[in-house]
């Protein structure tokens, strides 16, 4: 599938606030006729490759306009197939696992989780060992096989927004790397709330734009790639989950681990021999990234009566 520029969809108010004082922040710099799913796989190295982007006087929200249809965007990312993301399986456990302990801080008696592109399940299957009752959505239809048929997870395929989920049903819900893909992220995390019991806890991961980590790498940040429609500040966070219905609890600064060989593949003049027979053995070496450069946020929600 092809993404053309006559389905590019231009902004008239901040998807975030509201707000119509928009100014231009950066200019697209790759072609948007030639996007493929390959491009937004979640392990794409397309770093420094954004859309037209605005940004919000009002809540500071940075945002792709104009951006894909979303009708686009979803047909996109149902023909994605990413292999090399479940080959980093250990080191994403050890990335989900530090959530799961955060998210039973806040809600002690576990329950029922939800997680909102699900990938391939390595956090459903992570929870429903701790003692969760998994469910989840992924729009990826190659994902939510490898879920099945390695992990024995029944993940549901398509739009989060759309799925036909009972309210008040969840726990928790995870949003892990997630909200930073979408157009429109208002819905998404009003959805979230009307799926969590009260006082049931959102898990929010998401790049921070404004981080040290950003400022320093500039147009070579590894957020800033063509999957990536927003990019929020605290402020803009702030006012998205206040709109859902949420009390923030705890805000941090994530941590990721992968292997040396998946970060040597990251680097284009040693990624031809980090995918060579000779540094299979960097596959077992973890490295932990504590970058500071995405928020992790545990948020609760909150009765609106």
Same mark, same amino acid.
């Given at each position: 599938?092809?993404?053309?520029?006559?389905?590019? *969809?231009?902004?008239? !108010?901040?998807?975030?606030?509201?707000?119509?004082?928009?100014?231009?922040?950066?200019?697209?710099?790759?072609?948007?006729?030639? /996007?493929?799913?390959?491009? +937004?796989?979640?392990?794409?190295?397309?770093?420094?490759?954004?859309?037209?982007?605005?940004?919000?006087?009002?809540?500071?929200?940075?945002?792709?306009?104009?951006?894909?249809?979303?009708?686009?965007?979803?047909?996109?990312?149902?023909?994605?197939?990413?292999?090399?993301?479940?080959? &980093?399986?250990?080191?994403?456990?050890?990335?989900?696992?530090?959530?799961?302990?955060?998210?039973?801080?806040?809600?002690?008696?576990?329950?029922?989780?939800?997680?909102?592109?699900?990938?391939?399940?390595?956090?459903?299957?992570?929870?429903?060992?701790?003692?969760?009752?998994?469910?989840?959505?992924?729009?990826?239809?190659?994902?939510?096989?490898? @879920?099945?048929?390695?992990?024995?997870?029944?993940?549901? *395929?398509?739009?989060?927004?759309?799925?036909?989920?009972?309210?008040?049903?969840?726990?928790?819900?995870?949003? *892990?790397?997630?909200?930073?893909?979408?157009?429109?992220?208002?819905?998404?995390?009003?959805?979230?709330?009307?799926?969590?019991?009260?006082?049931?806890?959102?898990?929010?991961?998401?790049?921070?734009?404004?981080?040290?980590?950003?400022?320093?790498?500039?147009?070579?940040?590894?957020?800033?790639?063509?999957?990536? /429609?927003?990019?929020?500040?605290?402020? !803009?966070?702030?006012?998205?989950?206040?709109?859902?219905?949420?009390?923030?609890?705890?805000?941090?600064?994530?941590?990721?681990?992968?292997?040396?060989?998946? /970060?040597?593949?990251?680097?284009?003049?040693?990624?031809?021999?980090?995918?060579?027979?000779?540094?299979?053995?960097?596959?077992?070496?973890?490295?932990?990234?504590?970058?500071?450069?995405?928020?992790? +946020?545990? @948020? &609760?929600?909150?009765?609106?009566?």
């Amino acid at each position: 599938m092809e993404t053309r520029t006559d389905i590019l *969809v231009p902004a008239t !108010s901040c998807p975030v606030c509201g707000g119509r004082d928009l100014s231009a922040w950066k200019r697209a710099n790759f072609d948007a006729a030639r /996007l493929s799913s390959a491009h +937004i796989k979640i392990t794409d190295s397309e770093y420094g490759k954004v859309w037209d982007l605005s940004r919000c006087r009002r809540c500071g929200h940075i945002f792709a306009d104009p951006g894909p249809s979303p009708a686009a965007l979803a047909a996109l990312y149902a023909e994605v197939v990413d292999p090399r993301y479940e080959e &980093e399986a250990a080191g994403r456990s050890q990335n989900f696992l530090r959530l799961l302990s955060r998210m039973e801080k806040h809600r002690p008696g576990k329950g029922r989780l939800f997680d909102v592109g699900a990938a391939t399940g390595i956090l459903l299957d992570l929870a429903r060992r701790r003692g969760w009752d998994p469910a989840g959505v992924e729009v990826s239809s190659w994902a939510a096989g490898v @879920a099945a048929e390695k992990y024995g997870l029944s993940v549901n *395929v398509g739009d989060f927004v759309e799925t036909d989920i009972a309210r008040d049903r969840f726990d928790a819900v995870a949003m *892990v790397d997630i909200i930073e893909h979408l157009a429109r992220p208002v819905p998404a995390a009003v959805k979230a709330r009307e799926i969590l019991k009260p006082g049931g806890i959102l898990c929010l991961v998401t790049p921070d734009i404004h981080s040290p980590a950003a400022r320093m790498a500039g147009p070579r940040w590894w957020h800033l790639r063509p999957g990536h /429609l927003a990019y929020f500040s605290l402020r !803009s966070l702030a006012v998205l989950l206040g709109r859902a219905g949420f009390r923030v609890l705890e805000l941090r600064r994530y941590a990721w681990t992968f292997s040396a060989q998946y /970060l040597l593949s990251r680097l284009p003049p040693l990624r031809a021999w980090a995918d060579s027979g000779p540094a299979s053995f960097l596959r077992s070496i973890p490295i932990k990234l504590a970058l500071g450069d995405s928020f992790e +946020i545990y @948020a &609760e929600k909150v009765n609106r009566d």
